[in-house]
């Protein structure tokens, strides 16, 4: 199966991701965007305050890529994939940051997944655990309340909204 694993920030994705993989010996754990995809920092910082577009087609491109890396490199038909942040974190930050994007897995022909798991953790230990690794740019921009709630609405609209038929 290839099962997303997603929620904000500091919510706790990678680890559960993580010991699944300990679970599930034979699994494979992928994340987006991967380490073949430098300059994320830069892409976070400087192009996102110039071109909200550039930066949703640059976190588009590191699904994109995964999907196809994965359908070519993994048995995802025999052994689990686990995927922490896919399509549906790039469209929810996305729309919250006013684009007009869709979850649409066929416009690309980007894998879909068999099963998303989103982890929700209780805000102050969310806080917790974002502060002590250190916060980034975009988890700053978590710390407004209102743009919190935005994307936590926004994971739930694309959660049912998603065409069953792809």
């Given at each position: 199966?290839?099962?997303?694993?997603?929620?904000?920030?500091?919510?706790?994705?990678?680890?559960?991701?993580?010991?699944?993989?300990?679970?599930?010996?034979?699994?494979?754990?992928?994340?987006?965007?991967?380490?073949?995809?430098?300059?994320?920092?830069?892409?976070?910082?400087?192009?996102?305050?110039?071109?909200?577009?550039?930066?949703?087609?640059?976190?588009?491109?590191?699904?994109?890529?995964?999907?196809?890396?994965?359908?070519?490199?993994?048995?995802?038909?025999?052994?689990?994939?686990?995927?922490v942040r896919y399509l549906i974190d790039t469209v929810v930050s996305h729309r919250v940051a006013g684009l007009d994007v869709?979850?649409?897995?066929?416009?690309?022909?980007?894998?879909?997944?068999?099963?998303?798991?989103?982890?929700?953790?209780?805000?102050?230990?969310?806080?917790?655990?974002?502060?002590?690794?250190?916060?980034?740019?975009?988890d700053k921009v978590l710390d407004d309340m209102e743009t919190r709630k935005k994307f936590l609405q926004c994971f739930d609209?694309?959660?049912?909204?998603?065409?069953?038929?792809?």
């Amino acid at each position: 199966m290839f099962i997303v694993i997603t929620g904000l920030d500091g919510s706790g994705t990678s680890t559960i991701a993580n010991e699944l993989g300990k679970l599930d010996e034979d699994s494979t754990i992928v994340r987006t965007p991967n380490s073949d995809f430098t300059g994320r920092e830069s892409i976070d910082n400087s192009v996102r305050k110039i071109s909200q577009w550039a930066h949703y087609l640059y976190y588009l491109s590191s699904v994109v890529y995964m999907s196809d890396k994965i359908k070519k490199e993994h048995d995802y038909k025999t052994k689990n994939v686990y995927c922490v942040r896919y399509l549906i974190d790039t469209v929810v930050s996305h729309r919250v940051a006013g684009l007009d994007v869709n979850m649409d897995y066929s416009q690309y022909d980007i894998l879909k997944p068999d099963l998303t798991i989103f982890v929700f953790l209780d805000e102050s230990i969310r806080e917790k655990r974002i502060s002590a690794r250190g916060k980034s740019v975009l988890d700053k921009v978590l710390d407004d309340m209102e743009t919190r709630k935005k994307f936590l609405q926004c994971f739930d609209t694309c959660w049912f909204n998603i065409d069953m038929s792809q």
